[in-house]
């Protein structure tokens, strides 16, 4: 890492410019910063900023993980002191923050959120906490701060039946990650953990790029690093994916109940990820694994998750319960980011995991960052100064290629004016403003990480796109959600600002039919008073929108139905905008992604003309194949086409999936027959 003094008089000014350029306290643009950090770095599956302070309380953020029912509660201490001399921050502060949060807690249990204001955030965790008092197991305090602290491990303390751990991101830890981007990696030591090694045999095929090695390892010791390491033991980037999110297996959970010897020949056990193996000679001869560097789970998570629920909600015996364990050990670190993804994807029939590698060195990634380093673009002012937009594939490497190219102050400078800090953008916001104009802002919604796995996989079936026009339109969108960012925040809106600005987004994308000139965007490096108003006016709209719900806002806007009636309201965009269109029909296609996806749906759908939908739905009915809805689908779709009328993508998606589901069937469209 660069000199402390220096990043840290760096990430202050920094946090001091950004939140003057977006109007918004500094302490929250810090909360905001570091807490995305935390789910890069592996910490947080996802982040809610929820600043509240009450008497002797006091919280910033959360996420709740609901596979494992655990609490991850995120509470600052902004010092503000730009000087590194003047950062120290004492145990007796840090105890005392630690407090305020669990206060906090504690309170919400007896309906806090009756005195919180609707509109905060942090009212919906208090009721969240109300009425899940009696299903949260475990809570994780991650203490963030500006300041030095005394190096400590994370402690346990137990209150009421539930285990809190506290854990501290003092400046030191986060401008270490800031500047590297290295996660800390989650190093097992099975003799301090369990007492004793894990015995393994391992299997010899002369490969060595990789060894695999065969255990069977403890229920008790795993539910014990969980309950240490948290979900960072299931990182490896697919996780996020891992289907059945919040589920215990019933099945699995009444074997541990009721036939705990017979957990491993009903259970198809793990499979472990590892750098780096130690071992020891156990009295027989054979080896046994003392140590695991890198301690990865990319296949199991059920299995885990149900272990640690039924321990710790019925509190049952595990001692009679081993599971089976492949660990494998990649020797090639430069294949680890390919292997790993596909041991998970290939191994995996208990718990299907869909592949959504985010690795930073997959491709179109490096290839988009080189552009990123040579593609000029055009002064906004007419002027002569050039610059580039930095795409930050993996954190840390704005600073890193600076220290590289910028060896003195001058160069510093001039590096700086090049590739303005205002224009760098990294994989966060490249997910979500794609995703925002492929119109899923249910899914931006889902959280940074989830929302770029679901982007990536769509943008790696992109296989014949031009990536130099890609990133012009990836700059375009990008452009687009930082000055919706900032006109949202001139709003009085209180809290959920990016739900905000992604349905505003995706609302006008839905109503201009994603007519906006993308190209006209990167060539001018402006966004049009038009669109400002318009955004500006669809804020409030979509404001009212997602705070009209009983449920929990955060989660609402992660629905499907949310989406859906937004998308049906009717709104008057501002006179004017249509000079923001795309001209031609040729260059609509080009830009608009509803024509890699959806027309091709619809086009189908009216192919078969409506005469045919009719007897599709009449032949369902006769064979008694699909459901009365699936009928319907097809009466209405026959019904639109009949009305000479364009059917929307929602009807013609399912009908598309009926139609084929029909032909293997055996259905066979005789237009002679009805």
């Known amino acids: 890492m660069a000199d402390l003094s220096e990043a840290y008089q760096r990430f202050h000014s920094d946090i001091t410019t950004t939140a003057l350029g977006l109007d918004m306290l500094r302490e929250h643009k810090f909360v905001e ?6 789910v890069e770095a592996g910490e947080l599956d996802d982040f809610v900023r929820s600043s509240y302070k009450g008497r002797g309380m006091k919280i910033d953020g959360y996420c709740f993980d609901e596979e494992f029912s655990n609490l991850n509660l995120i509470i600052a201490y902004w010092k503000d002191e730009p000087d590194i001399s003047k950062a120290n921050v004492t145990n007796t502060v840090v105890e005392a923050e630690f407090k305020r949060c669990i206060q906090f807690f504690q309170r919400s249990k007896l309906e806090l959120y009756n005195r919180i204001e609707v509109a905060n955030e942090a009212h919906d965790l208090a009721r969240l906490i109300h009425e899940l008092k009696n299903e949260i197991i475990g809570v994780r305090i991650i203490l963030i701060t500006d300041g030095i602290t005394e190096k400590r491990a994370a402690t346990v303390e137990i209150i009421d039946d539930i285990e809190f751990r506290l854990l501290i991101w003092d400046m030191e830890r986060i401008l270490h990650f800031i500047e590297t981007g290295e996660k800390e990696i989650v190093v097992v030591d099975f003799l301090e953990n369990s007492g004793e090694p894990i015995p393994c045999i391992s299997y010899e095929n002369g490969n060595e ?33 891992l289907s059945g999110r919040g589920k215990v297996n019933r099945g699995i959970r009444d074997t541990i109940i009721s036939e705990p010897d017979m957990f491993c020949a009903y259970n198809n056990g793990i499979t472990v990820f590892a750098r780096e193996l130690e071992f020891i000679t156990l009295d027989n001869g054979s080896r046994g694994i003392a140590k695991a560097k890198d301690f ?4 199991g998570g059920q299995t885990i998750a149900s272990l640690y629920h039924t321990y710790k909600k019925q509190k049952v015996d595990l001692s009679k319960i081993h599971v089976q364990m492949k660990v494998v050990v990649i020797n090639d670190p430069e294949k680890i980011g390919t292997l790993v993804p596909r041991i998970s994807e290939y191994s995996n029939t208990q718990n299907r995991v869909s592949l959504a590698d985010l690795a930073a060195n997959d491709p179109p990634h490096p290839e988009l960052h080189e552009i990123s380093k040579r593609l000029l673009a055009q002064d906004p002012t007419g002027g002569s100064r050039m610059t580039y937009w930095f795409y930050e594939k993996a954190r840390g490497s704005y600073e890193e290629t600076k220290r590289l190219e910028a060896r003195t102050p001058a160069k510093t400078r001039e590096y700086e004016a090049k590739y303005p800090k205002a224009q760098r ?21 889902l959280g940074s990480q989830k929302n770029f796995a679901n982007f990536n996989l769509w943008l790696r079936e992109q296989e014949e796109e031009d990536l130099t026009e890609f990133f012009k339109k990836t700059v375009a969108l990008v452009m687009l959600w930082k000055n919706a960012e ?69 989660e609402w806007c992660k629905k499907e139905e949310c989406w859906s009636i937004l998308r049906s309201q009717k709104y008057v965009l501002p006179h004017g905008i249509e000079e923001t269109y795309i001209s031609s029909d040729s260059k609509q296609k080009e830009y608009n992604p509803r024509i890699k996806a959806e027309v091709d749906i619809i086009d189908f759908c009216k192919s078969k003309g409506g005469k045919a939908w009719w007897q599709l739905a009449i032949w369902l009915k006769k064979m008694g194949f699909l459901s009365g809805k699936a009928r319907s689908q097809c009466g209405n779709m026959g019904r639109t086409l009949d009305r000479g009328k364009e059917p929307s993508i929602r009807l013609a998606t399912p009908c598309k999936k009926i139609w084929e589901a029909a032909v293997l069937r055996g259905w066979k469209w005789d237009e002679n027959s009805i």
């Open 425 to 445: 953008f990294d994989k966060s916001i490249f997910g979500k403003s794609w995703n925002t104009y492929l119109r899923k802002p249910q899914t931006v919604s």
């Open 209 to 241: 790029i990789y060894e695999t090695y065969l255990a069977f390892i403890p229920g008790q010791t795993l539910v014990d690093l969980y309950s240490q390491w948290g979900t960072r033991m299931l990182d490896m980037n697919v996780r996020v994916f």
């Open 33 to 38: 910063d570091v807490g995305e950090m935390l």
């Open 296 to 299: 990865q789970i990319v296949n």
């Open 486 to 554: 900032r006109v949202v925040r001139r709003q009085s809106f209180e809290g959920y600002r990016h739900n905000i600005v992604t349905y505003t987004l995706a609302w006008l994308f839905e109503l201009t039919d994603c007519r906006i000139d993308l190209d006209r965007l990167w060539k001018g490096q402006t966004v049009s008073e038009y669109m400002l108003e318009a955004i500006e006016g669809m804020s409030h709209v979509v404001n009212k929108h997602i705070r009209n719900t009983d449920k929990n806002i955060t």
